[in-house]
């Protein structure tokens, strides 16, 4: 198999399927077409690790970003399956139309291309790129039920993440004038391994407030504080598999981009520690988090939040930085995608038995559904931090590695991760127990997603196995 396959089959079949599904008619066909296409994306993506390394123009392949790629392409494969089962039952409620579900099938797999394209990218511009067109596509399939507070969530979402990808394309600018001196004129200065061959001969001053600008803009599409508040609207309003997606693919992307242009900073010794900016950034999203937990009111805005706090707490992660640290995050990011995709799963399930995502009215769910009660159970303890998971031993790295180093940081970091715990145990205990709410029709669509993602945290939190460990430990000791 020629070295550039893997990806070209990456980025071509969700691109072919998205062109399909567009005018296919059958909805129970093209949602047949969506799974099979994220599946063989996932299965083109595995050859990844036994193919060469490539660092052309415009692609590369190297160590960091297959984690990220085979992460995607699995959780969007999972997810898939999950959203033919839910999307069905939509259309047989009359919340959605025939032709909505055509538009959502062919946009699920524009977000599919666009998120793989920015994580293959040699070059920054076609990731910005990128990155801007998963964004587009996501504000339409978070206004999908085309009700008032889907519109005003994806005119919400468009509007802060205009803010964000005008930052991110700022300190893209930036980042070309910086190396244009040293590299010339044309695409030498936008190529990701040519920037960092050359990184030591940058003006780290102009390096250093482009970095600003990359961290604010990208970390609007990461869910960091402050230009955070679209997230737990877009999660509410839109299909529950976009909120899966959104909070399993789409934040690590842009968290990816935020890693290499740490790396590119990391590269050049005259310029700031990018560290603390990540750190303080990533602390101040899990305090927020946290304490908003308690008071939402809504299932799907409550797992939004958690979202924000983990995001957080990855970014902290990455921003104290060391083999530790590193492990750390690339575990709970990991982690974290699979546990809460395998929430939303849940969630979406208990929306549609139940007829209602307000918290209030859904009780008992281990009673009167409990293969649902008690996976949301599994899930909350497991993103809640309880052993055994791969959370527990994510967040057990992060704070004694911090411990170590920061004390007083660490006294505030376990702080947050005590307060959203509280949180999220008081609102599943009302929600999983007690009287049964009313609401008995059985779940629609497979709880297998739900069951495989579970599984893998909760394997990975009492064995790891030794290849995985090497190759984090690598990536770890390559981000710094």
Known sequence: ???????????????????????????????????????ATFLCALFLFTAPRVRGPFIIVDDLNIVFVVLNTFVAFTTSIFSAGYIAHELEIG????????????????????????????????????????TLTTVLMVGLYRTEAAIEAAWKYFMLGSVGIALALFG????????????????????????????????????NVA?????????????????????????????????????????????????????????????????????????????????????RRDIKRLF?????????????????GGPVANFAGLLHMTMHSLTKSAIFFAVGHICQVKGTQELGRIHGLTTSHPALGWGLVVGVAAIAGLPPSGVFLSEFLLVTSTFARMP???????????????????????????????????????LLPMIVHLALVLVAGLYLPPPLVAWFRHIAGLLG
Do not use: C
């Open 172 to 207: 893209t600018i930036l980042v070309y004038m910086v190396a244009q001196p040293v590299v010339g004129e044309g695409a030498q200065g936008m190529i990701w391994s040519v920037l960092m061959r050359r990184a030591r001969d940058f003006d780290p001053a102009l390096l």
């Open 408 to 446: 007083v940081v660490a006294v505030l970091l376990a702080a947050g991760l005590l307060v959203a715990f509280g949180a999220l145990m008081l609102k599943l205990s009302g929600i999983a127990f007690g009287a049964p709410s009313p609401g008995s029709e059985p779940a629609h669509g497979s």
């Open 1 to 39: 198999m020629p070295s550039l396959d893997p990806v070209a089959f990456i980025l071509g079949i969700p691109v072919l399927a998205a062109v399909l599904l567009a005018f296919m008619p059958s909805y129970r066909m093209a949602a047949r077409v969506n799974v099979a296409a994220a599946g």
């Open 304 to 320: 939004a939040y958690s979202s924000i706090e983990h995001m957080g707490i990855i970014a902290f992660a990455f921003g104290i």
């Open 95 to 134: 919340r959605l139309t025939p032709l909505h579900l055509r538009f959502y099938h062919a946009m699920y797999q524009a977000l599919l291309a666009a998120m793989n394209l920015a994580l293959v990218s040699n070059n920054l511009g076609v990731m910005w790129v990128a990155i801007e067109v998963a």
């Open 211 to 295: 970095f600003v600008f990359l961290l604010l803009g990208y970390g609007t599409k990461v869910g960091l504080v402050p230009l955070h508040a679209w997230l737990p609207d877009a999660h509410s309003e839109g299909p529950t598999p976009i909120s899966a997606v959104l909070s399993g693919l789409m934040l690590n992307v842009a968290l990816y981009a935020v890693l290499r242009f740490k790396l590119l900073m990391a590269a050049h010794p005259g310029t700031i520690a990018p560290g603390p900016l990540m750190m303080a950034m990533g602390l101040a999203s899990l305090l927020l988090a946290g304490f908003m937990l308690y008071r």
